[in-house]
DNA sequence: ACAGAGATCATCT
DNA sequence: GATGATCTCTGTG
Protein backbone atom coordinates (compact mmCIF):
# COMPACT_ATOMS: atom_id res chain seq x y z
CA UNK A 1 0.00 0.00 0.00
CA UNK A 2 0.80 3.40 -0.72
CA UNK A 3 0.59 4.37 3.02
CA UNK A 4 2.77 1.69 4.05
CA UNK A 5 -0.32 -0.40 5.86
CA UNK A 6 1.52 -3.53 7.28
CA UNK A 7 -0.25 -6.27 5.54
CA UNK A 8 -0.79 -8.31 9.10
CA UNK A 9 -4.17 -6.72 10.57
CA UNK A 10 -2.34 -7.39 13.85
CA UNK A 11 0.82 -5.28 12.92
CA UNK A 12 -1.62 -2.93 11.40
CA UNK A 13 -3.58 -2.13 14.29
CA UNK A 14 -0.58 -1.34 16.24
CA UNK A 15 1.06 0.91 13.29
CA UNK A 16 -2.27 2.67 12.92
CA UNK A 17 -1.89 4.35 16.47
CA UNK A 18 -1.07 7.95 16.13
CA UNK A 19 -2.37 8.23 12.77
CA UNK A 20 -4.67 11.35 11.75
CA UNK A 21 -7.86 10.63 10.83
CA UNK A 22 -10.28 12.91 8.82
CA UNK A 23 -13.13 13.27 7.07
CA UNK A 24 -14.73 16.14 5.54
CA UNK A 25 -12.51 18.45 7.87
CA UNK A 26 -13.82 16.51 11.06
CA UNK A 27 -11.41 14.34 12.85
CA UNK A 28 -8.23 13.00 14.73
CA UNK A 29 -5.49 10.85 16.18
CA UNK A 30 -6.24 6.76 16.46
CA UNK A 31 -6.22 6.25 19.69
CA UNK A 32 -7.68 2.71 19.73
CA UNK A 33 -7.68 -0.14 17.36
CA UNK A 34 -8.50 -3.80 17.28
CA UNK A 35 -7.34 -6.59 14.58
CA UNK A 36 -9.08 -9.07 13.33
CA UNK A 37 -7.89 -12.16 10.61
CA UNK A 38 -9.28 -14.06 8.36
CA UNK A 39 -8.25 -17.47 10.32
CA UNK A 40 -10.00 -15.48 13.68
CA UNK A 41 -13.24 -17.23 15.26
CA UNK A 42 -14.16 -13.54 15.91
CA UNK A 43 -13.91 -12.36 12.78
CA UNK A 44 -16.76 -11.55 10.47
CA UNK A 45 -14.68 -12.92 7.83
CA UNK A 46 -13.42 -16.03 9.60
CA UNK A 47 -16.38 -18.55 7.48
CA UNK A 48 -15.63 -17.17 4.24
CA UNK A 49 -16.91 -14.24 2.14
CA UNK A 50 -20.50 -14.16 1.86
CA UNK A 51 -23.09 -11.22 1.13
CA UNK A 52 -22.95 -8.22 3.14
CA UNK A 53 -18.44 -8.45 3.92
CA UNK A 54 -17.93 -8.97 0.45
CA UNK A 55 -15.33 -5.29 1.21
CA UNK A 56 -13.70 -6.93 3.47
CA UNK A 57 -12.24 -9.38 0.79
CA UNK A 58 -11.52 -7.14 -0.68
CA UNK A 59 -7.79 -5.33 -1.60
CA UNK A 60 -5.60 -3.33 0.82
CA UNK A 61 -6.70 -0.26 1.48
CA UNK A 62 -10.56 -0.76 1.11
CA UNK A 63 -12.85 0.41 3.60
CA UNK A 64 -15.37 -1.51 5.65
CA UNK A 65 -18.03 -0.28 7.26
CA UNK A 66 -21.09 -2.38 8.85
CA UNK A 67 -24.02 -2.15 10.73
CA UNK A 68 -23.47 -3.55 14.31
CA UNK A 69 -26.62 -3.88 16.49
CA UNK A 70 -28.99 -2.36 14.30
CA UNK A 71 -27.68 1.00 14.61
CA UNK A 72 -24.19 2.17 14.86
CA UNK A 73 -21.50 2.00 11.71
CA UNK A 74 -18.44 0.53 12.61
CA UNK A 75 -15.52 1.62 10.34
CA UNK A 76 -12.63 -0.81 9.25
CA UNK A 77 -9.66 -0.82 7.06
CA UNK A 78 -8.51 -3.92 5.06
CA UNK A 79 -5.06 -4.91 5.25
CA UNK A 80 -5.26 -7.98 3.35
CA UNK A 81 -8.13 -9.91 1.58
CA UNK A 82 -10.09 -11.40 4.75
CA UNK A 83 -8.02 -9.34 7.34
CA UNK A 84 -9.07 -5.58 8.58
CA UNK A 85 -8.63 -3.55 11.46
CA UNK A 86 -11.33 -1.95 13.07
CA UNK A 87 -10.96 1.92 14.33
CA UNK A 88 -12.18 2.20 17.73
CA UNK A 89 -11.58 5.50 18.94
CA UNK A 90 -9.60 8.53 17.94
CA UNK A 91 -9.04 11.58 19.91
CA UNK A 92 -10.88 14.69 18.12
CA UNK A 93 -8.94 17.66 16.76
CA UNK A 94 -10.50 19.06 13.77
CA UNK A 95 -13.93 20.05 13.64
CA UNK A 96 -14.96 20.04 17.15
CA UNK A 97 -18.13 21.82 16.52
CA UNK A 98 -18.94 19.77 13.79
CA UNK A 99 -18.60 16.42 15.89
CA UNK A 100 -20.46 18.06 18.57
CA UNK A 101 -23.01 18.81 16.92
CA UNK A 102 -23.35 15.61 15.03
CA UNK A 103 -23.11 13.32 18.09
CA UNK A 104 -25.11 15.85 20.55
CA UNK A 105 -22.79 15.70 23.37
CA UNK A 106 -20.50 18.37 24.63
CA UNK A 107 -17.95 16.23 26.77
CA UNK A 108 -14.78 15.82 24.05
CA UNK A 109 -13.88 12.48 25.48
CA UNK A 110 -17.35 11.07 24.60
CA UNK A 111 -17.16 12.45 21.08
CA UNK A 112 -15.16 9.24 18.99
CA UNK A 113 -14.66 6.97 22.39
CA UNK A 114 -16.02 3.71 20.62
CA UNK A 115 -16.66 2.96 16.71
CA UNK A 116 -20.26 3.88 16.66
CA UNK A 117 -19.76 6.67 18.36
CA UNK A 118 -17.04 8.04 16.48
CA UNK A 119 -18.33 7.17 12.91
CA UNK A 120 -21.26 9.16 13.86
CA UNK A 121 -19.00 12.09 14.85
CA UNK A 122 -17.52 11.63 11.35
CA UNK A 123 -20.40 11.41 9.54
CA UNK A 124 -19.45 8.20 8.16
CA UNK A 125 -21.99 5.67 6.82
CA UNK A 126 -22.45 1.97 4.88
CA UNK A 127 -21.94 4.85 1.83
CA UNK A 128 -17.97 4.50 2.31
CA UNK A 129 -18.83 0.42 2.38
CA UNK A 130 -16.72 -1.26 -0.29
CA UNK A 131 -15.01 2.01 -1.14
CA UNK A 132 -10.95 2.22 -1.52
CA UNK A 133 -9.48 4.61 0.94
CA UNK A 134 -7.58 6.43 -1.42
CA UNK A 135 -10.57 7.31 -3.56
CA UNK A 136 -13.04 8.19 -0.47
CA UNK A 137 -13.59 10.85 1.48
CA UNK A 138 -11.47 10.16 4.21
CA UNK A 139 -7.77 11.11 4.65
CA UNK A 140 -5.16 8.90 6.71
CA UNK A 141 -1.99 10.10 7.75
CA UNK A 142 0.84 8.15 9.30
CA UNK A 143 2.47 8.99 12.37
CA UNK A 144 5.71 10.95 12.82
CA UNK A 145 6.97 10.08 16.05
CA UNK A 146 7.47 7.64 18.09
CA UNK A 147 4.81 6.40 20.79
CA UNK A 148 3.70 4.14 23.80
CA UNK A 149 1.37 1.46 22.15
CA UNK A 150 -0.34 -0.85 24.73
CA UNK A 151 -2.68 -3.79 23.92
CA UNK A 152 -5.03 -5.78 25.72
CA UNK A 153 -8.44 -8.59 24.83
CA UNK A 154 -10.73 -7.26 22.13
CA UNK A 155 -13.93 -5.44 23.65
CA UNK A 156 -17.31 -6.87 22.83
CA UNK A 157 -16.65 -10.49 21.25
CA UNK A 158 -17.62 -13.66 22.37
CA UNK A 159 -15.03 -15.75 20.65
CA UNK A 160 -11.23 -15.86 20.59
CA UNK A 161 -11.39 -13.64 23.77
CA UNK A 162 -7.62 -14.28 24.91
CA UNK A 163 -6.22 -12.80 21.85
CA UNK A 164 -4.95 -9.32 22.85
CA UNK A 165 -5.45 -8.09 19.62
CA UNK A 166 -6.88 -4.54 21.38
CA UNK A 167 -4.25 -2.16 20.83
CA UNK A 168 -4.48 2.11 22.09
CA UNK A 169 -2.54 5.13 22.72
CA UNK A 170 -0.93 4.79 26.32
CA UNK A 171 -2.69 6.67 28.85
CA UNK A 172 -5.02 8.41 26.13
CA UNK A 173 -8.15 10.12 27.72
CA UNK A 174 -10.00 9.49 24.86
CA UNK A 175 -9.79 5.51 24.89
CA UNK A 176 -13.53 3.56 24.96
CA UNK A 177 -12.12 1.51 27.49
CA UNK A 178 -8.97 1.93 29.79
CA UNK A 179 -6.68 -0.95 29.44
CA UNK A 180 -6.23 -3.56 32.19
CA UNK A 181 -2.59 -3.50 33.62
C1' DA B 1 -19.81 2.74 40.34
C1' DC B 2 -22.01 -0.91 38.23
C1' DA B 3 -25.88 -3.75 36.13
C1' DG B 4 -29.59 -4.45 33.11
C1' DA B 5 -32.49 -3.50 29.20
C1' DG B 6 -33.96 -1.55 24.86
C1' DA B 7 -33.20 0.15 20.23
C1' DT B 8 -32.87 -1.98 15.34
C1' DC B 9 -31.28 -4.68 11.19
C1' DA B 10 -28.43 -7.74 8.02
C1' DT B 11 -27.31 -12.18 8.11
C1' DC B 12 -27.61 -16.89 9.47
C1' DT B 13 -29.91 -21.29 11.52
C1' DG C 1 -36.31 -16.94 15.50
C1' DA C 2 -31.48 -15.93 17.20
C1' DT C 3 -27.26 -13.40 17.04
C1' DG C 4 -24.00 -9.58 17.23
C1' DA C 5 -16.67 -6.17 16.59
C1' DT C 6 -22.63 -0.97 20.31
C1' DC C 7 -24.56 3.03 22.74
C1' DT C 8 -27.59 5.17 25.89
C1' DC C 9 -30.66 5.47 29.49
C1' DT C 10 -32.32 3.97 33.92
C1' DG C 11 -32.26 1.96 38.46
C1' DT C 12 -29.60 0.68 42.46
C1' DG C 13 -25.36 0.55 45.90
Same mark, same amino acid.
Given at each position: ???????? &??? #????????????? %???????????? +???? &????? /?? @??????????? *????? /???????? $?? *?? $???????? #???????? &??? %??? +????? +????????? *??????????? %??? @???? %??????? &?????????????????????? +???????????????????????
Amino acid at each position: MASGLPAD &PVG #AAEWLIGSTLSHE %GAGGIIVETEAY +RDDD &PASHS /YK @GSRAGIASMFA *CAGTL /YVYRSYGL $NW *CL $NIVCRPGS #AVLIRAIA &PTQ %GLE +RMRQR +RGVDDPRLL *CAGPGRLTQAL %GIT @GALD %GVALQHS &PLTLAPRSGGLEVVSGPRIGIA +RAVDRPWRFGLAGSPFLSRPFPG
